[in-house]
């Protein structure tokens, strides 16, 4: 069945949209807390995910990792300052499995320099597993599949 209860469902938008802002925010403890803790977080190349091949330019595999990565961004990476802010669409339920809502959504991702100058630095689509917990609902996996043949630079923050 792919259908979830209203009330579910806005609170699935209400993970993704505090998702958004979490990241926007630079409030990596907030984003840490969206996952559970045998969590997979993925971003990954359309053209690998369509071919079925695993290589991801990031592989986060436990709420652990999600913590190492928060520390390299905040106590070893320097970069040239910018703000960056994703507007994502709405959920897209796709199934359920035991406690776990598939739902996906697109997503694009701005950068903006100190100067004004705004890009796209990133497009593409979410695959998610939600877990239904005591806390809500959490990120068991999200992988994220992006559009964009080349990132600029390199990727800091999580998408």
């Known amino acids: 069945m792919n259908t979830i ?7 699935l938008q209400r993970l993704y949209a505090d998702y958004a802002a979490a ?5 990596w403890d907030a984003w840490v807390d969206m996952f559970t803790d045998d969590c997979d977080y993925r971003v990954q190349p359309r053209e690998n995910f369509d071919r079925g091949l695993p290589l991801a330019t990031i592989a986060l595999i436990s709420k652990g990792m999600l913590k190492d990565r928060v520390y390299g961004i905040r106590e070893t990476l320097f970069h040239d300052p910018y703000y960056q802010r994703h507007v994502t669409g709405a959920a897209r339920v796709t199934g359920r499995e035991d406690g776990i809502i598939l739902a996906g959504a697109n997503y694009a991702v701005f950068r903006t320099k100190p100067n004004g100058d705004s890009t ?28 964009s043949e080349m990132i600029p630079n390199s990727l800091i923050y999580p998408i």
Do not use: E, H, W
């Open 120 to 147: 796209v630095f990133n497009v593409g689509r979410y695959v998610d597993r939600i877990a239904v917990t005591d806390a809500g609902l959490k990120f068991a996996a999200r992988l994220v599949v992006y559009d």
């Open 23 to 27: 990241v926007d925010a630079s409030d």
């Open 5 to 11: 209860d209203p009330q579910q469902y806005l609170d």
